[in-house]
Protein backbone atom coordinates (compact mmCIF):
# COMPACT_ATOMS: atom_id res chain seq x y z
CA UNK A 1 0.00 0.00 0.00
CA UNK A 2 1.42 3.33 -0.95
CA UNK A 3 1.99 6.12 1.56
CA UNK A 4 -0.95 8.46 0.73
CA UNK A 5 -3.52 4.94 0.72
CA UNK A 6 -2.23 4.64 4.61
CA UNK A 7 -2.67 8.22 5.44
CA UNK A 8 -6.18 7.61 4.20
CA UNK A 9 -6.98 4.80 6.03
CA UNK A 10 -5.58 6.40 9.11
CA UNK A 11 -7.73 9.10 9.18
CA UNK A 12 -10.86 7.22 8.62
CA UNK A 13 -13.13 10.24 8.09
CA UNK A 14 -14.56 8.66 4.56
CA UNK A 15 -15.33 5.08 3.27
CA UNK A 16 -13.17 3.49 1.26
CA UNK A 17 -15.77 3.33 -2.03
CA UNK A 18 -15.48 7.42 -1.69
CA UNK A 19 -12.16 7.87 -1.59
CA UNK A 20 -10.82 5.60 -4.51
CA UNK A 21 -13.69 4.99 -6.96
CA UNK A 22 -11.36 3.25 -9.15
CA UNK A 23 -9.89 -0.21 -7.41
CA UNK A 24 -6.64 0.46 -9.98
CA UNK A 25 -5.78 3.89 -8.64
CA UNK A 26 -3.84 4.36 -5.58
CA UNK A 27 -6.06 6.44 -2.64
CA UNK A 28 -5.10 9.78 -1.98
CA UNK A 29 -5.91 12.71 -0.37
CA UNK A 30 -9.70 14.02 -1.92
CA UNK A 31 -9.84 17.65 -3.36
CA UNK A 32 -12.92 18.98 -2.28
CA UNK A 33 -15.60 21.82 -3.55
CA UNK A 34 -14.57 24.16 -0.36
CA UNK A 35 -11.42 24.18 -1.19
CA UNK A 36 -11.85 25.86 -4.68
CA UNK A 37 -11.22 29.18 -3.40
CA UNK A 38 -8.06 28.32 -1.09
CA UNK A 39 -6.15 25.43 -3.42
CA UNK A 40 -4.53 26.36 -6.96
CA UNK A 41 -4.11 23.47 -9.94
CA UNK A 42 -1.39 23.73 -11.00
CA UNK A 43 -1.18 22.48 -14.82
CA UNK A 44 1.41 22.73 -18.08
CA UNK A 45 2.56 20.33 -21.04
CA UNK A 46 0.78 22.30 -23.37
CA UNK A 47 1.66 24.93 -25.62
CA UNK A 48 1.96 28.02 -24.43
CA UNK A 49 -0.82 29.73 -26.19
CA UNK A 50 -3.01 26.29 -25.39
CA UNK A 51 -1.73 26.83 -21.36
CA UNK A 52 -2.88 30.71 -21.52
CA UNK A 53 -7.08 29.71 -22.85
CA UNK A 54 -7.08 26.61 -20.49
CA UNK A 55 -5.81 29.46 -17.24
CA UNK A 56 -8.57 31.90 -18.43
CA UNK A 57 -11.04 29.00 -18.56
CA UNK A 58 -10.42 27.73 -15.00
CA UNK A 59 -10.41 31.02 -13.16
CA UNK A 60 -13.55 31.38 -15.39
CA UNK A 61 -15.20 28.11 -14.01
CA UNK A 62 -13.86 29.55 -10.33
CA UNK A 63 -10.98 27.67 -9.42
CA UNK A 64 -7.62 29.06 -8.74
CA UNK A 65 -4.62 28.11 -10.98
CA UNK A 66 -0.86 28.81 -12.04
CA UNK A 67 0.30 27.77 -15.54
CA UNK A 68 4.10 26.05 -14.41
CA UNK A 69 7.00 27.68 -15.83
CA UNK A 70 8.48 26.37 -19.17
CA UNK A 71 9.72 23.23 -18.66
CA UNK A 72 14.27 22.49 -19.54
CA UNK A 73 17.11 20.01 -19.05
CA UNK A 74 17.45 21.40 -15.67
CA UNK A 75 13.93 20.11 -15.18
CA UNK A 76 14.75 16.45 -16.70
CA UNK A 77 17.85 16.44 -14.20
CA UNK A 78 15.33 16.92 -11.16
CA UNK A 79 13.12 14.43 -12.44
CA UNK A 80 15.98 11.36 -13.75
CA UNK A 81 16.37 11.81 -9.89
CA UNK A 82 13.07 10.96 -8.54
CA UNK A 83 11.59 8.91 -11.00
CA UNK A 84 12.10 5.74 -12.00
CA UNK A 85 14.56 4.26 -15.19
CA UNK A 86 13.45 3.62 -18.17
CA UNK A 87 10.72 5.90 -18.72
CA UNK A 88 10.61 8.18 -21.97
CA UNK A 89 11.50 11.63 -21.25
CA UNK A 90 8.44 13.52 -21.02
CA UNK A 91 7.47 12.20 -18.02
CA UNK A 92 11.80 13.37 -16.48
CA UNK A 93 10.71 16.76 -17.87
CA UNK A 94 7.31 17.55 -17.11
CA UNK A 95 7.96 15.71 -13.47
CA UNK A 96 11.15 17.45 -12.57
CA UNK A 97 9.45 20.82 -13.53
CA UNK A 98 6.40 20.10 -10.76
CA UNK A 99 9.30 19.04 -8.49
CA UNK A 100 11.45 21.81 -9.36
CA UNK A 101 8.32 24.16 -8.68
CA UNK A 102 7.49 22.75 -5.37
CA UNK A 103 10.83 23.28 -4.24
CA UNK A 104 11.21 27.20 -5.05
CA UNK A 105 7.86 27.50 -3.25
CA UNK A 106 9.40 25.75 -0.02
CA UNK A 107 12.71 27.72 -0.69
CA UNK A 108 10.45 31.31 -0.62
CA UNK A 109 9.52 29.67 2.85
CA UNK A 110 6.20 27.60 2.96
CA UNK A 111 6.36 23.97 4.57
CA UNK A 112 5.94 21.31 2.57
CA UNK A 113 3.00 20.89 4.51
CA UNK A 114 1.45 23.92 3.09
CA UNK A 115 3.02 22.91 -0.15
CA UNK A 116 0.59 19.92 -0.04
CA UNK A 117 -2.19 21.72 1.09
CA UNK A 118 -2.16 24.58 -1.13
CA UNK A 119 -1.33 23.02 -4.53
CA UNK A 120 -2.52 20.31 -6.87
CA UNK A 121 -1.70 19.05 -10.15
CA UNK A 122 -4.00 18.80 -13.00
CA UNK A 123 -2.70 16.44 -15.69
CA UNK A 124 -4.39 13.82 -18.88
CA UNK A 125 -4.10 9.81 -18.03
CA UNK A 126 -4.61 7.21 -20.21
CA UNK A 127 -5.51 3.45 -19.78
CA UNK A 128 -3.87 2.48 -23.28
CA UNK A 129 -0.56 0.39 -23.34
CA UNK A 130 1.85 3.04 -24.27
CA UNK A 131 3.93 4.14 -20.87
CA UNK A 132 2.14 7.34 -21.15
CA UNK A 133 -0.40 5.01 -18.95
CA UNK A 134 2.12 5.15 -16.39
CA UNK A 135 2.78 8.63 -15.80
CA UNK A 136 -0.12 9.13 -13.55
CA UNK A 137 1.69 7.13 -11.15
CA UNK A 138 5.06 7.71 -11.31
CA UNK A 139 4.00 11.98 -10.37
CA UNK A 140 2.73 10.55 -7.02
CA UNK A 141 6.22 7.83 -7.20
CA UNK A 142 8.67 11.14 -7.52
CA UNK A 143 6.58 12.77 -5.27
CA UNK A 144 6.84 11.33 -2.36
CA UNK A 145 10.09 10.36 -3.21
CA UNK A 146 11.11 13.90 -3.18
CA UNK A 147 9.22 14.83 -0.10
CA UNK A 148 6.21 16.36 -0.78
CA UNK A 149 3.88 12.91 0.68
CA UNK A 150 0.13 12.98 -0.17
CA UNK A 151 0.99 15.80 -2.91
CA UNK A 152 -2.61 15.41 -5.04
CA UNK A 153 -2.72 14.56 -8.51
CA UNK A 154 -5.66 14.99 -10.43
CA UNK A 155 -6.23 13.39 -13.84
CA UNK A 156 -8.75 12.57 -16.45
CA UNK A 157 -8.40 9.81 -18.84
CA UNK A 158 -8.67 10.88 -22.30
CA UNK A 159 -10.17 7.29 -23.54
CA UNK A 160 -13.26 8.32 -21.36
CA UNK A 161 -14.57 11.40 -23.79
CA UNK A 162 -17.23 13.46 -22.73
CA UNK A 163 -17.33 10.84 -19.69
CA UNK A 164 -14.25 11.75 -18.22
CA UNK A 165 -13.56 12.74 -14.58
CA UNK A 166 -11.72 13.25 -11.97
CA UNK A 167 -13.31 11.84 -9.13
CA UNK A 168 -12.70 14.51 -7.21
CA UNK A 169 -15.80 16.90 -6.06
CA UNK A 170 -13.36 20.15 -6.10
CA UNK A 171 -12.94 19.50 -9.93
CA UNK A 172 -16.31 18.68 -12.08
CA UNK A 173 -16.57 19.12 -15.47
CA UNK A 174 -20.12 20.98 -15.71
CA UNK A 175 -21.63 21.21 -19.60
CA UNK A 176 -20.19 25.37 -19.63
CA UNK A 177 -16.78 24.08 -18.45
CA UNK A 178 -16.83 21.20 -21.12
CA UNK A 179 -17.90 23.21 -23.97
CA UNK A 180 -15.34 26.12 -22.84
CA UNK A 181 -12.69 23.55 -22.98
CA UNK A 182 -13.88 22.37 -26.37
CA UNK A 183 -13.48 26.39 -27.28
CA UNK A 184 -9.99 26.81 -25.68
CA UNK A 185 -8.39 23.19 -27.23
CA UNK A 186 -9.59 24.57 -30.89
CA UNK A 187 -8.77 28.37 -30.46
CA UNK A 188 -5.53 27.26 -29.31
CA UNK A 189 -4.56 25.20 -32.29
CA UNK A 190 -5.89 28.27 -34.31
CA UNK A 191 -3.86 30.31 -32.38
CA UNK A 192 -0.75 28.09 -32.94
CA UNK A 193 -0.84 27.48 -36.47
CA UNK A 194 -1.29 31.17 -36.99
CA UNK A 195 1.43 31.72 -34.82
CA UNK A 196 3.70 29.45 -37.16
CA UNK A 197 2.07 30.65 -40.34
CA UNK A 198 3.28 34.17 -39.80
CA UNK A 199 6.35 34.47 -37.99
CA UNK A 200 8.47 33.15 -41.11
CA UNK A 201 7.23 35.58 -43.32
CA UNK A 202 6.78 38.49 -40.52
CA UNK A 203 8.98 41.57 -41.51
CA UNK A 204 9.72 42.86 -37.98
CA UNK A 205 11.12 40.34 -35.86
CA UNK A 206 8.52 38.92 -32.66
CA UNK A 207 6.02 41.13 -34.07
CA UNK A 208 4.10 37.70 -34.76
CA UNK A 209 4.72 36.98 -31.31
CA UNK A 210 3.32 39.80 -30.00
CA UNK A 211 -0.08 39.96 -31.91
CA UNK A 212 -0.57 36.49 -30.78
CA UNK A 213 0.31 36.86 -27.26
CA UNK A 214 -2.76 40.03 -27.31
CA UNK A 215 -5.14 37.64 -28.75
CA UNK A 216 -4.46 34.93 -26.33
CA UNK A 217 -4.94 37.24 -23.68
CA UNK A 218 -8.47 39.13 -25.08
CA UNK A 219 -9.47 34.92 -25.89
CA UNK A 220 -8.75 34.55 -22.35
CA UNK A 221 -9.62 37.50 -20.32
CA UNK A 222 -13.38 36.03 -22.32
CA UNK A 223 -13.15 33.03 -20.89
CA UNK A 224 -12.77 33.89 -17.63
CA UNK A 225 -15.52 36.87 -17.01
CA UNK A 226 -18.49 36.07 -19.83
CA UNK A 227 -21.47 34.84 -17.81
CA UNK A 228 -22.67 31.47 -19.31
CA UNK A 229 -26.46 31.22 -20.22
CA UNK A 230 -28.98 30.61 -17.39
CA UNK A 231 -32.76 30.06 -17.79
CA UNK A 232 -32.85 32.05 -14.00
CA UNK A 233 -31.47 34.57 -16.26
CA UNK A 234 -33.32 35.36 -18.67
CA UNK A 235 -37.10 34.14 -17.74
CA UNK A 236 -38.53 35.61 -14.07
CA UNK A 237 -38.64 33.69 -11.54
CA UNK A 238 -42.55 32.71 -11.54
CA UNK A 239 -42.14 31.38 -14.81
CA UNK A 240 -38.99 28.87 -13.81
CA UNK A 241 -39.16 25.40 -12.40
CA UNK A 242 -37.07 24.13 -9.61
CA UNK A 243 -33.65 24.40 -10.57
CA UNK A 244 -32.81 20.29 -9.89
CA UNK A 245 -36.03 19.44 -11.68
CA UNK A 246 -35.62 18.28 -15.21
CA UNK A 247 -38.00 20.20 -16.64
CA UNK A 248 -35.52 22.90 -15.83
CA UNK A 249 -32.32 20.90 -16.41
CA UNK A 250 -32.87 19.53 -19.60
CA UNK A 251 -33.70 22.59 -21.35
CA UNK A 252 -31.33 24.62 -20.13
CA UNK A 253 -28.43 22.13 -20.84
CA UNK A 254 -29.77 21.85 -24.71
CA UNK A 255 -29.50 25.86 -24.52
CA UNK A 256 -26.27 25.99 -22.93
CA UNK A 257 -25.08 23.54 -25.79
CA UNK A 258 -26.85 25.41 -28.75
CA UNK A 259 -25.22 28.93 -27.27
CA UNK A 260 -21.95 27.24 -26.85
CA UNK A 261 -21.74 25.93 -30.74
CA UNK A 262 -23.89 28.26 -32.92
CA UNK A 263 -24.74 31.15 -30.41
CA UNK A 264 -23.17 34.80 -29.90
CA UNK A 265 -20.74 33.34 -27.05
CA UNK A 266 -17.49 34.09 -29.75
CA UNK A 267 -19.11 36.10 -32.59
CA UNK A 268 -17.60 39.04 -30.49
CA UNK A 269 -14.52 38.02 -28.68
CA UNK A 270 -12.43 36.36 -31.40
CA UNK A 271 -13.10 39.63 -34.44
CA UNK A 272 -11.89 41.45 -32.12
CA UNK A 273 -9.12 39.92 -30.79
CA UNK A 274 -8.29 39.21 -34.59
CA UNK A 275 -7.59 43.16 -35.05
CA UNK A 276 -4.28 41.98 -33.36
CA UNK A 277 -2.94 40.46 -36.44
CA UNK A 278 -3.30 43.60 -38.28
CA UNK A 279 0.05 45.08 -37.28
CA UNK A 280 1.69 42.22 -38.46
CA UNK A 281 3.52 42.93 -42.34
CA UNK A 282 4.26 40.20 -44.02
CA UNK A 283 6.72 39.23 -46.99
CA UNK A 284 4.86 36.53 -48.71
CA UNK A 285 7.54 35.87 -51.32
CA UNK A 286 10.83 34.99 -49.02
CA UNK A 287 11.24 31.03 -50.31
CA UNK A 288 11.06 28.80 -47.63
CA UNK A 289 10.54 24.99 -47.29
CA UNK A 290 7.80 23.68 -45.98
CA UNK A 291 8.26 20.93 -42.95
CA UNK A 292 5.86 18.72 -41.73
CA UNK A 293 6.40 18.13 -37.70
CA UNK A 294 4.93 14.66 -36.83
CA UNK A 295 5.81 12.00 -34.15
CA UNK A 296 5.00 11.20 -30.39
CA UNK A 297 1.97 14.15 -29.15
CA UNK A 298 4.51 15.91 -26.77
CA UNK A 299 7.43 15.78 -28.37
CA UNK A 300 6.27 17.38 -31.59
CA UNK A 301 4.24 19.57 -29.51
CA UNK A 302 6.56 20.70 -26.94
CA UNK A 303 8.44 24.14 -27.20
CA UNK A 304 11.20 23.47 -24.99
CA UNK A 305 14.10 21.60 -24.42
CA UNK A 306 12.23 18.54 -24.75
CA UNK A 307 12.55 18.41 -28.35
CA UNK A 308 15.71 20.42 -28.26
CA UNK A 309 13.75 23.71 -28.87
CA UNK A 310 13.17 21.90 -32.60
CA UNK A 311 10.66 23.73 -33.68
CA UNK A 312 12.26 27.83 -33.54
CA UNK A 313 15.65 25.86 -34.70
CA UNK A 314 13.78 24.97 -38.09
CA UNK A 315 12.61 28.03 -38.39
CA UNK A 316 16.20 30.15 -37.77
CA UNK A 317 17.78 27.61 -40.36
CA UNK A 318 14.96 29.68 -42.78
CA UNK A 319 11.94 27.18 -42.51
CA UNK A 320 8.68 26.97 -42.60
CA UNK A 321 7.37 24.49 -39.71
CA UNK A 322 3.71 22.72 -40.18
CA UNK A 323 2.51 21.83 -37.17
CA UNK A 324 -0.17 19.07 -36.18
CA UNK A 325 -3.18 20.37 -33.99
CA UNK A 326 -4.42 18.63 -30.88
CA UNK A 327 -7.74 18.68 -32.66
CA UNK A 328 -6.73 15.91 -34.62
CA UNK A 329 -5.52 13.86 -31.72
CA UNK A 330 -9.01 13.98 -30.72
CA UNK A 331 -10.33 13.37 -33.92
CA UNK A 332 -8.08 10.19 -34.00
CA UNK A 333 -9.47 9.13 -30.71
CA UNK A 334 -12.90 9.36 -31.81
CA UNK A 335 -12.21 7.76 -34.98
CA UNK A 336 -10.77 4.99 -33.35
CA UNK A 337 -13.96 4.46 -30.58
CA UNK A 338 -15.91 4.22 -33.97
CA UNK A 339 -14.12 1.60 -35.62
CA UNK A 340 -13.99 -0.56 -32.52
CA UNK A 341 -18.04 0.29 -32.35
CA UNK A 342 -18.13 -0.95 -35.54
CA UNK A 343 -15.65 -4.15 -35.32
CA UNK A 344 -18.20 -5.06 -31.86
CA UNK A 345 -21.44 -4.85 -34.12
CA UNK A 346 -19.98 -7.44 -36.65
CA UNK A 347 -19.12 -9.38 -33.97
CA UNK A 348 -22.54 -9.49 -32.64
CA UNK A 349 -23.20 -12.20 -35.02
CA UNK A 350 -21.26 -14.88 -32.80
CA UNK A 351 -21.78 -12.83 -29.03
CA UNK A 352 -25.33 -12.25 -29.43
CA UNK A 353 -26.81 -14.74 -32.64
CA UNK A 354 -30.75 -13.76 -33.47
CA UNK A 355 -31.59 -17.22 -31.54
CA UNK A 356 -32.18 -15.01 -28.75
CA UNK A 357 -33.87 -12.04 -30.46
CA UNK A 358 -34.20 -9.26 -27.37
CA UNK A 359 -30.29 -9.59 -26.74
CA UNK A 360 -29.13 -9.65 -30.07
CA UNK A 361 -31.14 -6.69 -30.88
CA UNK A 362 -30.51 -4.80 -27.59
CA UNK A 363 -26.51 -5.66 -28.88
CA UNK A 364 -26.60 -4.44 -32.52
CA UNK A 365 -28.47 -0.84 -31.17
CA UNK A 366 -26.17 -0.56 -28.67
CA UNK A 367 -23.08 -0.60 -30.95
CA UNK A 368 -25.36 1.54 -33.69
CA UNK A 369 -25.93 4.47 -31.42
CA UNK A 370 -22.14 4.35 -30.18
CA UNK A 371 -21.22 4.48 -33.86
CA UNK A 372 -23.41 7.47 -34.41
CA UNK A 373 -22.45 9.06 -31.52
CA UNK A 374 -19.03 9.71 -32.67
CA UNK A 375 -19.69 10.49 -35.98
CA UNK A 376 -21.98 12.70 -34.99
CA UNK A 377 -18.85 14.13 -32.46
CA UNK A 378 -16.52 14.29 -35.36
CA UNK A 379 -19.18 16.31 -37.38
CA UNK A 380 -19.62 19.10 -34.67
CA UNK A 381 -15.83 19.14 -33.75
CA UNK A 382 -14.72 19.89 -37.47
CA UNK A 383 -17.72 21.94 -37.93
CA UNK A 384 -16.57 24.37 -34.81
CA UNK A 385 -13.41 24.23 -35.97
CA UNK A 386 -13.98 25.80 -39.26
CA UNK A 387 -16.02 28.09 -37.50
CA UNK A 388 -13.99 29.71 -35.31
CA UNK A 389 -11.66 29.58 -37.66
CA UNK A 390 -13.63 32.01 -40.12
CA UNK A 391 -14.48 34.36 -36.46
CA UNK A 392 -10.93 34.87 -36.39
CA UNK A 393 -10.53 35.54 -39.84
CA UNK A 394 -8.21 32.85 -40.40
CA UNK A 395 -8.00 31.23 -43.95
CA UNK A 396 -9.86 28.20 -43.30
CA UNK A 397 -7.55 25.01 -42.86
CA UNK A 398 -9.74 21.75 -43.64
CA UNK A 399 -8.53 18.92 -40.80
CA UNK A 400 -6.92 15.80 -42.09
CA UNK A 401 -10.03 13.27 -42.37
CA UNK A 402 -9.20 10.54 -40.29
CA UNK A 403 -11.12 7.59 -42.59
CA UNK A 404 -8.73 8.88 -45.19
CA UNK A 405 -5.68 8.32 -43.03
CA UNK A 406 -6.80 5.10 -41.50
CA UNK A 407 -7.13 4.10 -45.38
CA UNK A 408 -3.58 5.52 -46.57
CA UNK A 409 -2.11 3.29 -43.12
CA UNK A 410 -3.94 0.20 -43.66
CA UNK A 411 -1.86 -1.79 -46.15
CA UNK A 412 1.56 -1.40 -44.30
CA UNK A 413 0.00 -0.87 -40.55
CA UNK A 414 -2.33 -2.49 -38.60
CA UNK A 415 -4.72 0.72 -37.94
CA UNK A 416 -5.86 -1.21 -34.64
CA UNK A 417 -2.57 -1.17 -32.84
CA UNK A 418 -2.99 0.98 -29.81
CA UNK A 419 0.12 3.39 -27.71
CA UNK A 420 1.32 6.46 -28.73
CA UNK A 421 0.33 8.03 -31.80
CA UNK A 422 -1.01 4.41 -33.51
CA UNK A 423 -1.40 3.99 -37.58
CA UNK A 424 -1.13 8.39 -37.71
CA UNK A 425 3.01 8.70 -38.08
CA UNK A 426 2.81 6.11 -40.86
CA UNK A 427 -0.53 7.74 -42.31
CA UNK A 428 0.46 11.21 -41.94
CA UNK A 429 3.62 10.77 -43.76
CA UNK A 430 2.09 8.80 -46.58
CA UNK A 431 -1.02 12.02 -47.14
CA UNK A 432 1.02 15.11 -46.79
CA UNK A 433 3.58 13.45 -49.04
CA UNK A 434 1.32 12.61 -51.97
CA UNK A 435 -1.32 15.97 -51.24
CA UNK A 436 2.32 17.79 -51.96
CA UNK A 437 2.05 19.72 -48.71
CA UNK A 438 5.52 19.75 -47.68
CA UNK A 439 8.89 19.32 -48.81
CA UNK A 440 10.09 17.18 -45.14
CA UNK A 441 8.47 15.24 -42.90
CA UNK A 442 10.16 15.22 -39.68
CA UNK A 443 9.45 13.56 -36.61
CA UNK A 444 9.94 13.85 -33.47
CA UNK A 445 10.00 10.99 -30.85
CA UNK A 446 11.27 10.74 -27.11
CA UNK A 447 14.27 8.59 -27.13
CA UNK A 448 12.77 4.67 -26.86
CA UNK A 449 9.46 5.80 -27.51
CA UNK A 450 8.39 2.02 -28.49
CA UNK A 451 5.08 3.04 -30.45
CA UNK A 452 7.40 5.59 -32.55
CA UNK A 453 10.16 2.81 -32.79
CA UNK A 454 7.71 0.60 -34.14
CA UNK A 455 6.38 3.14 -36.51
CA UNK A 456 9.51 4.39 -37.89
CA UNK A 457 10.39 0.43 -38.94
CA UNK A 458 7.63 0.81 -41.58
CA UNK A 459 8.55 4.19 -42.51
CA UNK A 460 11.71 3.64 -43.67
CA UNK A 461 9.84 0.80 -45.89
CA UNK A 462 7.97 3.57 -47.14
CA UNK A 463 11.76 5.89 -47.73
CA UNK A 464 11.81 2.44 -50.34
CA UNK A 465 9.17 2.06 -51.99
CA UNK A 466 7.95 5.88 -52.68
CA UNK A 467 11.30 8.20 -53.88
CA UNK A 468 8.81 11.08 -53.66
CA UNK A 469 9.05 10.47 -48.88
CA UNK A 470 11.40 12.40 -47.92
CA UNK A 471 11.02 11.90 -43.76
CA UNK A 472 13.45 12.18 -40.75
CA UNK A 473 12.85 10.57 -37.63
CA UNK A 474 14.69 12.22 -35.01
CA UNK A 475 14.94 11.12 -31.09
CA UNK A 476 15.57 13.56 -28.65
CA UNK A 477 16.39 13.39 -25.08
CA UNK A 478 18.22 15.64 -22.60
CA UNK A 479 21.55 15.64 -24.61
CA UNK A 480 22.27 15.48 -28.16
CA UNK A 481 20.90 18.07 -29.66
CA UNK A 482 24.18 19.04 -32.07
CA UNK A 483 23.82 15.54 -33.28
CA UNK A 484 19.91 15.96 -34.13
CA UNK A 485 20.22 19.66 -35.68
CA UNK A 486 23.28 18.50 -37.45
CA UNK A 487 20.66 15.74 -39.04
CA UNK A 488 18.04 18.06 -39.61
CA UNK A 489 20.34 20.53 -41.73
CA UNK A 490 21.64 17.83 -43.81
CA UNK A 491 17.47 17.16 -44.63
CA UNK A 492 16.86 20.62 -44.65
CA UNK A 493 19.39 20.95 -47.25
CA UNK A 494 17.51 19.17 -49.75
CA UNK A 495 14.16 20.80 -48.88
CA UNK A 496 15.27 24.37 -49.32
CA UNK A 497 16.92 22.96 -52.77
CA UNK A 498 13.00 21.74 -53.32
CA UNK A 499 11.90 25.17 -52.62
CA UNK A 500 13.99 26.84 -54.42
CA UNK A 501 13.37 24.81 -57.83
CA UNK A 502 9.98 25.02 -57.37
CA UNK A 503 9.87 28.96 -57.06
CA UNK A 504 12.40 29.24 -59.72
CA UNK A 505 9.76 27.00 -62.11
CA UNK A 506 6.64 29.17 -61.31
CA UNK A 507 8.63 32.43 -62.22
CA UNK A 508 9.63 31.27 -65.58
CA UNK A 509 5.90 30.13 -66.22
CA UNK A 510 4.62 33.46 -64.41
CA UNK A 511 3.51 36.68 -66.90
CA UNK A 512 5.82 39.02 -64.69
CA UNK A 513 9.44 39.48 -63.29
CA UNK A 514 10.39 39.12 -59.24
CA UNK A 515 10.73 42.99 -59.70
CA UNK A 516 7.28 43.74 -60.80
CA UNK A 517 5.86 41.16 -58.68
CA UNK A 518 7.23 42.88 -55.99
CA UNK A 519 6.44 46.47 -56.63
CA UNK A 520 2.88 45.17 -57.27
CA UNK A 521 2.97 43.62 -53.95
CA UNK A 522 4.27 47.13 -52.54
CA UNK A 523 1.43 49.48 -54.03
CA UNK A 524 -1.50 46.93 -52.54
CA UNK A 525 -1.49 47.04 -48.92
CA UNK A 526 -3.72 43.92 -48.85
CA UNK A 527 -1.41 41.63 -50.48
CA UNK A 528 1.12 42.24 -47.35
CA UNK A 529 -1.59 41.95 -45.01
CA UNK A 530 -1.20 38.51 -42.53
CA UNK A 531 -4.82 37.41 -42.97
CA UNK A 532 -4.53 37.36 -47.05
CA UNK A 533 -6.43 34.09 -48.64
CA UNK A 534 -3.60 32.60 -50.61
CA UNK A 535 -5.09 30.09 -52.75
CA UNK A 536 -3.21 26.68 -52.79
CA UNK A 537 -2.32 25.13 -56.31
CA UNK A 538 -2.18 21.60 -56.82
CA UNK A 539 1.16 20.25 -56.58
CA UNK A 540 2.91 23.59 -55.80
CA UNK A 541 4.27 23.37 -51.91
CA UNK A 542 5.80 26.64 -50.83
CA UNK A 543 4.00 29.28 -49.49
CA UNK A 544 5.93 31.78 -51.23
CA UNK A 545 5.41 29.77 -54.86
CA UNK A 546 1.57 29.79 -54.14
CA UNK A 547 1.67 33.92 -53.29
CA UNK A 548 3.65 33.83 -56.61
CA UNK A 549 1.12 32.49 -58.57
CA UNK A 550 -1.70 34.43 -56.92
CA UNK A 551 -0.28 37.57 -57.61
CA UNK A 552 0.90 36.98 -60.95
CA UNK A 553 -2.89 36.18 -62.09
CA UNK A 554 -4.24 39.40 -59.80
CA UNK A 555 -1.62 41.55 -62.15
CA UNK A 556 -2.87 39.58 -65.36
CA UNK A 557 -6.61 40.55 -64.62
CA UNK A 558 -5.29 44.13 -63.62
CA UNK A 559 -3.53 45.13 -66.24
CA UNK A 560 -6.32 44.07 -68.83
CA UNK A 561 -9.35 45.93 -67.04
CA UNK A 562 -7.17 49.00 -67.87
CA UNK A 563 -6.65 47.64 -71.27
CA UNK A 564 -2.85 47.23 -71.32
CA UNK A 565 -0.31 45.21 -72.63
CA UNK A 566 1.86 43.06 -70.59
CA UNK A 567 5.73 44.71 -70.92
CA UNK A 568 8.19 42.10 -72.78
CA UNK A 569 9.93 42.11 -69.36
CA UNK A 570 7.47 40.29 -67.94
CA UNK A 571 8.09 36.95 -69.57
CA UNK A 572 11.42 36.90 -68.84
CA UNK A 573 13.78 35.94 -65.45
CA UNK A 574 16.73 37.93 -65.04
CA UNK A 575 19.55 36.75 -63.54
CA UNK A 576 19.31 39.29 -60.26
CA UNK A 577 15.78 37.76 -59.86
CA UNK A 578 16.92 34.30 -59.63
CA UNK A 579 19.87 35.59 -57.65
CA UNK A 580 17.11 37.40 -55.24
CA UNK A 581 15.75 33.79 -55.04
CA UNK A 582 18.47 32.18 -54.22
CA UNK A 583 19.42 34.72 -51.21
CA UNK A 584 15.88 34.99 -49.54
CA UNK A 585 15.83 30.94 -49.33
CA UNK A 586 18.62 31.44 -47.43
Known amino acids: ?105 ERAGLTRSQIVSQYIYFTAASGGPCRFGLYENEFRTALNAAGF ?231 IYTHHFERLARLLALPVKKLTPQAALTALASPYYNTFLRGGEGHLEVSKTLYYTRKKACHLVLALKPFGCLPSVQSDGVQAALVERFAEVNFLPVETSAEGEIHAYSRVQMALAEAKAKAKTEFAQQLKKAHHSLEEIRAFVAQHAELRHPLCPIPRHPGVVSTAANFLIYTDQLMSGHLRKQGRQLPASGRETSASALDQITSTGD
Open 149 to 379: VNFRVLSFSQDQGIHATTGHTGLQFSVDFGLNALHAFILGDLLNAAQHQLRPFAVQPDAADRAIAAMADTIADHFEHHRAFEFADALPAFLLPPRTSLWYRLPNTCTKIWSHLYGKNLTEVLPAAAQQMLTVEVDWLRVKPVVKVIGEFWAQMTESDGNFRMLDFLEKEGAEVSIEPISSWLLYLLHSRKMRAIERRKMAAYTAPWRHPKKALATRLACWSKQLGFVVGAK
Open 1 to 105: MNICAQTKFAQGDETQSDRNPSPLRPLELPFTAEERTSVTILFGGLTWKHERLIEGLLRGAGYRCQRLPETDRAAHAIGAEFCASGLCNPVYFTVGNLIRFLQQK
